[in-house]
């Protein structure tokens, strides 16, 4: 990809696309949500989001709970979206509150889906963010879309449960499944992996806790997620599912290197055993050729080139 990233995926989406269209994007303000906001702005759409009550509201910005099915339509009505893409959940595996975690991801995806499907203008697509977490600890060494699913968490289950339910109004709305892998970038929470691994040598640390250092992941941008995404929404390929990644996995030993190599120093790692999750996914490297065919080519970015984004944010 020639110049930055940025510049690359911005040039890649033709105001063309989403001209005279509207966007609505669920959990606007999560890290994702950001990304993607850019990504459809550049594309041409006029972009709406929802956030949680509580958040401050902005232009075309609306605080509404998921949960709140009155509110949500109200605001399904007022927005009249012709692409959808839902990217409010609880995004974190090693969350805590299991009740909230299948309140969100299953009974509010719910109903923003029978909301739309009731609504006066019918989305042209509707994206849902899954998640490569429902393939578990899957015996190949690259994972597609044909795996059987076997999640191993409750987060997990979570997001498997919403693409079954959803299942069941795909008959009224052309709704898209993304599996996205691990990705990063700025802006994400440092209770995620590589965050917190920027953060340490950010900061100049000589050590940091960690937990299982044989896991591998598969991880990407979250610029290119965004415009896969976006390129999704454009493709509307109703009624299927699609693992979003880069096709490689790296492993935290080379993650470590790798960010000692842009800090220009070695950290030492301590395994904290609190920190080892016994149902833990221990490797995660994904096939983005149905993606890719779907969608055309996808260039993911060096790892090192986001990672040293990150480092100098």
Same mark, same amino acid.
Not at 95 to 103: E, F, G, P, S, V
Not at 240 to 254: M, Q
């Given at each position: ?214 896991? +591998? ?16 929404? +454009? ?79």
């Amino acid at each position: 990809m020639s110049g930055t990233v940025t510049e690359d995926l911005a040039r890649a989406a033709s105001p063309r696309e989403g001209e005279g269209k509207r966007a609505l994007i669920t959990g606007l303000r999560g890290f994702t949500g950001h990304y993607m906001a850019q990504e459809l702005t550049a594309a041409g759409y006029q972009v709406y989001g929802t956030v949680l009550p509580g958040h401050a509201p902005g232009p075309n910005i609306f605080t509404v709970d998921l949960l709140d099915r009155a509110g949500l339509a109200a605001v399904i009505e007022e927005v009249r979206p012709d692409v959808v893409a839902h990217l409010a959940a609880i995004a974190f595996v090693a969350h805590t509150d299991t009740d909230q975690i299948y309140r969100v991801n299953v009974t509010g995806t719910r109903n923003l889906l029978e909301t739309l499907s009731k609504a006066t203008h019918k989305p042209s697509c509707v994206l849902l963010a899954s998640s490569a977490n429902i393939y578990g600890n899957a015996d190949v060494d690259v994972i597609d879309e044909s795996i059987p699913p076997s999640p191993a968490n409750d987060y997990a289950v979570s997001k498997l449960a919403m693409e079954y339910m959803a299942r069941l109004w795909m008959d009224k709305l052309p709704i898209v499944i993304a599996r996205p892998f691990n990705y990063t970038g700025v802006g994400q929470g440092e209770n995620f992996l590589l965050p917190k691994i920027v953060s340490h040598f950010r900061k100049g640390a000589r050590h940091i806790e960690l937990g299982n250092l044989a896991i +591998a992941r598969d991880f990407s941008d979250v610029r290119m997620v965004a415009n896969c995404y976006r390129r999704l929404l +454009a493709a509307a390929p109703a009624g299927e599912a699609f693992n979003v990644c880069s096709g490689r996995s790296t492993s935290l030993e080379s993650l470590i290197d790798m960010m000692s190599d842009i800090a220009g120093y070695r950290i030492e790692v301590h395994v904290n055993p609190a920190f080892v999750r016994a149902n833990d996914v221990l490797t995660l490297t994904g096939s983005n050729a149905k993606l890719a065919g779907k969608i055309g080519p996808i260039a993911p970015p060096p790892l090192a080139e986001t990672l040293r984004w990150m480092y100098q944010a």
